[in-house]
């Protein structure tokens, strides 16, 4: 990467894989597991949130020489509302629709721990162009395991993909469907979403022993 | 740094300065883009009140495609003849019955036993038939759900249009989904000239909507409390429109 130093490039790399936000330090599995039953809201999710952990690690990083310690918390706080609101404002006046969908889940960004984890771990105590990056990356690594579990569920939950019927039609009994395939109801249901992200744990641990903590 | 960001009087400034750029940049945002989202609530209401109608944009038999937002206004004057508003025995044209808030009328009518509800009823000509199409509110699982419900003038359903606020993703979700809201589509409010409305059923045996006469259809699995929902729904607002297609058929 020319554009990025080395120690740069890994505050992206890091949370994709061996510093996942999910996965590994298990934050923001509340969200992860109410909105990914369907691919569509689960990737407008992953963008939502990068834009704002994008943008608020800067503005937190930027103000972090004024932020008073006494009220940091409520200021992080503060800017996280303000951008989600912001977000969901304007996604309001340009794409309803796709707003309609995602009322509910763009406010429950605000809840999100990863961001507030990230103000007060990095961007209070890191440059902007670092923060930036650093929140881009924690964001994408969340984001990825938000389509991995949509797409699962989706998949096996309703046989369909963005909607589309991939693996036939339950009802006329086409494609799959017709050698006696079943789509796995359990699959829409929150917990699945959470023995998928268990999975997924199972899956990175195995592959890399150095994440597999000692005691 | 020169600030002493730890004295107290410093805290109480910045929170001061921060509150009131937050507040201005937000009020900025919310009264900038406050036109741009009204008008698209209403396209939304006028696209629902077609879709009820049957004017869409349908074209695979799983589309729920709208009037594009740049015609919708157009395409409602064609088909709406009239906006009628019934309060009580009165009945008025009200050429912005469509703007009628349905949830402030119900909460009103419930505090105030002497309130009678405005009901804004829209009249439209399609096919050389008049259809009726009514609006309908009601609570899902999480939370609201609402639609427009289009009948002929012996109450048998010409269409409908649900959509809800925050219902489950896959499961109660699926109100808005065509293979629910076409199944509606000639079944009957009436049974033998008695109000009976349409119930969302479990054990109707009846998937493929063969039935029309049974005032039943086909219930979504996994979905029993929002599919109760609906049932109610139409139950308690359709039931308020009764008198006005009984004076309509005298």
Same mark, same amino acid.
């Given at each position: ?215 | ?147 427009? #419900? ?9 269409? #409908? ?90």
């Amino acid at each position: 990467m020319g554009l990025l130093s080395k120690k740069d490039a890994k505050l992206i790399s890091d949370p994709l894989a061996d510093n996942n936000p999910i996965t590994i330090q298990v934050l923001g599995i509340c969200s992860a597991l109410a909105i990914t039953a369907q691919l569509k809201p689960s990737i407008v999710m992953a963008i939502s949130v990068v834009f704002v952990l994008g943008v608020g690690n800067v503005v937190i990083s930027l103000m972090r020489n004024v932020i008073p310690s006494k009220i940091r918390i409520i200021v992080q706080l503060i800017v996280v509302a303000t951008l989600v609101i912001i977000v969901d404002q304007v996604l309001k006046a340009f794409a309803y629709s796709l707003s309609k969908e995602l009322s509910v889940f763009i406010g429950l960004i605000i809840t999100n721990c990863i961001i507030m984890g990230r103000f007060e771990a990095f961007a209070l105590g890191n440059g902007p162009w670092r923060s930036f990056l650093d929140g881009i990356g924690n964001a994408a690594g969340y984001g990825l395991i938000l389509i991995i579990v949509g797409f699962f569920r989706e998949l096996l939950g309703s046989g369909t993909l963005f909607g589309f019927k991939v693996l036939g039609d339950p009802v006329e009994k086409t494609g799959l469907y017709a050698i006696g395939y079943e789509n796995n109801g359990f699959m829409v249901l929150p917990p699945m979403a959470l023995i998928v992200v268990g999975i997924i744990i199972w899956v990175q641990r195995s592959k890399n022993k150095e994440l597999i903590e000692e005691h | 740094m020169a600030i002493n960001t730890d004295k107290n009087s410093y805290t109480v400034i910045f929170a001061i300065i921060m509150v009131v750029v937050v507040g201005a940049l937000l009020a900025g945002f919310a009264s900038g883009l406050k036109p741009m989202i009204k008008a698209n609530e209403k396209y939304e209401k006028q696209q629902n009140i077609l879709y009820a109608l049957g004017v869409n944009n349908n074209e695979g038999p799983n589309d729920v495609e709208f009037i594009p937002t740049t015609e919708v206004e157009e395409e409602f004057n064609k088909y709406i003849t009239k906006q009628l508003v019934i309060q009580g025995d009165e009945v008025t044209e009200n050429d912005e019955a469509y703007l009628i808030d349905i949830k402030k009328e119900e909460d009103q009518a419930k505090k105030d036993e002497s309130y009678t509800r405005k009901l804004p009823l829209f009249v439209a000509e399609k096919d050389s038939k008049e259809v009726y199409i009514m609006p309908v509110r009601g609570k899902g699982l999480w939370d609201a759900i609402w639609g427009f #419900v289009a009948v002929d003038k012996s109450m048998t359903v010409q269409g #409908v249009y649900f959509d809800h606020k925050g219902e489950t993703p896959g499961l109660g979700a699926e109100i808005k989904q065509r293979y629910f809201m076409d199944d509606f589509t000639g079944e009957k409010f009436l049974d033998g000239g008695a109000f009976k409305g349409i119930d969302v059923a479990k054990g109707n045996n009846d998937p493929k909507n063969e039935d029309t006469t049974d005032n039943e259809v086909d219930a979504l699995a996994g979905a029993t409390i929002t599919g109760d929902g609906v049932t109610a729904m139409l139950k308690k607002d359709v039931r308020l429109y009764v008198p006005y297609f009984k004076n309509l058929n005298k």
